[in-house]
């Protein structure tokens, strides 16, 4: 019954910023932690950022340095915020609760092409 919407990908020049929701229906938003994971061509799905309950952000390397996760308990949507958009940015974009559902639910995910 969990529904997770991701939205905001586009097509974004290098440099550039966007920013990513996600939107949650059927889940206990409140109390899990929730992340964002990246699927680039050809790869599998990485993990990027989570954000706890307390709202303690955590961060693949220095992904911080050019990425921000924030989260809306009122609206039940997650956030991600990305500047100084790489190439290597490019890729499907997940969210879901960290860990994820041991059902391997995911939803479509959205995409993201940083490119000239």
């Known amino acids: 019954q969990v529904q997770l919407v991701e939205s905001g990908g586009d097509l974004v020049q290098p440099g550039g910023t966007l920013t990513l929701s996600c939107a949650v229906s059927g889940s206990n938003f409140k109390t899990n932690s929730w992340g964002w994971w990246l699927q680039r061509p050809g790869r599998q799905r990485e993990w990027l950022a989570r954000?706890?309950?307390?709202?303690?952000?955590y961060y693949r390397g220095s992904l911080n340095d050019r990425f921000s996760i924030s989260r809306d308990n009122a609206q039940n949507t997650v956030t991600l915020r990305l500047k100084f958009a790489q190439p290597e940015d490019t890729g499907v974009y997940f969210c879901?609760?960290?860990?994820?559902?041991?059902?391997?639910?995911w939803g479509q995910g959205t995409r993201l092409t940083v490119s000239s």
């Open positions: 954000i706890s309950p307390n709202y303690a952000a």
């Open positions: 879901n609760t960290f860990p994820p559902p041991a059902t391997g639910d």
